[in-house]
């Protein structure tokens, strides 16, 4: 068992760059396969001190101090942004190797937003008939589930553009939900940050399933797809709760998800099942007992006749708008976060339009919209800016009518005051029932 494995790892001088979730797994597996092998850990940050602590026959160093030429394999994690120059020929990583190995039984979904509930649709529909696992940025990391995989489970792979960003290998069945301005200060560029997602489906091949957004007919990528894509928004799509795939509708009376565009997400689950011969019913049976996701239009309850509904995974203004457009009787909308350049036209419009919904606006970014709302001449009545999340807290509650709802859907990054939308939407959650 795990010979084919062996023979990535045996006999290279091994650099694991970045001691995360994923840094932390890919030592686990290789000390495994090979109990004694010196591995060099490089990071830098506190994973360095974890690493020192936690490993054996590792040299730990940092990764400024690192010579990264001297190595056979260097497993980077995701969100390391590689200098300029540096040679990239040794550079992998768990989801590259990991669909080298299993790309046959994976099902990968990419794109700006929606991956994180349409990955465990798919994983909630596949397990219905399958063994099947849930890794990436929603699941466990990729080279923790590689027992399963070695069973012959499927895997419902959540695959972020920084996992894709240098991956030769695309899945048997691949998803590019959307595309929107995210990550610019990663890649530098909509185009680089695009192609990276591309990457999910540039390296299909004959006989594979390429799912793509039609609005990826605008920037090429539908064009350049190996294989014949079959279109969200064309062949794929709800209409309220009836979801149409090619041939077929289905009409979901029990489910628990909010918003159009979530159906919409669950009209690609479906087609994936079908496409893996789950029946219709075992499908419904999937919807009934599914169960969204925490943060994502998550509804918290009701405290003091006001209702509160946490989307703080919300980070781009497209998200913000659909949040609006699911949620009924939204008295007030939190906005706002960490600033990293991306456009806001839309969203300022779409707020300046929905004169029904309060606006408080928090932090950089909030202060930013309500400033470019200004100097467009789309200032309206019920436009608010406070300095955080608990000054907004506060003034929400004090504009919000009962029998109505506050949500908190910032459209931004929550970096800049919090560890991540985690943290964010937990720190709401207690100061809605304080």
Avoid at 269 to 282: G, H
């Amino acid at each position: 068992m795990y010979e084919d494995w062996k023979q990535e790892f045996e006999g290279k001088n091994i650099c694991i760059w970045g001691y995360g979730i994923e840094g932390k797994s890919t030592y686990r597996f290789i000390r495994k396969l090979f109990p004694d092998m010196c591995i060099t850990i490089a990071d830098g940050g506190k994973g360095l001190d974890v690493a020192k602590d936690t490993t054996v026959h590792t040299v730990c160093i940092s990764d400024q101090d690192c010579d990264f030429s001297r190595f056979d394999l260097i497993m980077k994690a995701p969100g390391i942004v590689v200098p300029q120059g540096q040679n990239i020929d040794t550079i992998t990583g768990e989801a590259q190797l990991f669909l080298k190995h299993y790309r046959n039984r994976t099902i990968g979904i990419t794109g700006t937003k929606g991956k994180s509930t349409t990955t465990s649709l798919v994983y909630a529909l596949l397990k219905e008939k399958y063994p099947t696992v849930l890794v990436g940025n929603i699941g466990v990391a990729c080279f923790d589930a590689i027992d399963d995989m070695e069973k012959g489970a499927y895997a419902a792979f959540e695959i972020s553009c920084h996992q894709l960003e240098y991956c030769p290998y695309s899945p048997h069945i691949g998803v590019y939900l959307n595309l929107y301005e995210e990550h610019l200060d990663h890649y530098g560029s909509f185009e680089k940050y695009g192609d990276a997602k591309f990457h999910n489906i540039s390296h299909m091949h004959e006989g594979d399933i390429a799912i793509m957004h039609e609005m990826l007919e605008a920037y090429g990528y539908v064009q350049k797809a190996p294989v014949k894509p079959i279109l969200i928004g064309k062949d794929i799509y709800a209409e309220g709760k009836t979801l149409h795939i090619p041939n077929k509708q289905l009409v979901i009376e029990d489910c628990a998800l909010l918003g159009q565009h979530n159906y919409q997400n669950l009209a690609v689950a479906w087609y994936i099942a079908d496409r893996l011969d789950i029946n219709e019913q075992q499908v419904l049976e999937a919807c009934e007992k599914f169960q969204p996701l925490h943060h994502r239009l998550e509804d918290l309850g009701i405290k003091d006749g006001i209702r509160y509904v946490n989307d703080s995974i919300s980070t781009i203004g497209q998200a913000c708008i659909q949040a609006l457009q699911a949620i009924d009787c939204v008295d007030v909308v939190l906005v706002g976060g960490k600033d990293r350049g991306i456009e806001y036209d839309e969203l300022e419009e779409y707020l300046s339009s929905r004169k029904d919904v309060r606006v408080v606006f928090m932090y950089a970014t909030g202060k930013r919209i309500f400033a470019e709302m200004k100097a467009k001449g789309l200032q309206r009545d019920g436009l608010y800016v406070v300095e955080d999340l608990y000054e907004a807290m506060t003034k929400a509650k004090s504009l919000c009518q009962k029998g109505h709802t506050i949500l908190l859907s910032p459209a931004a990054s929550s970096y800049d005051h919090f560890k991540n939308f985690e943290e964010r939407g937990k720190i709401f959650e207690e100061l809605a029932f304080s």
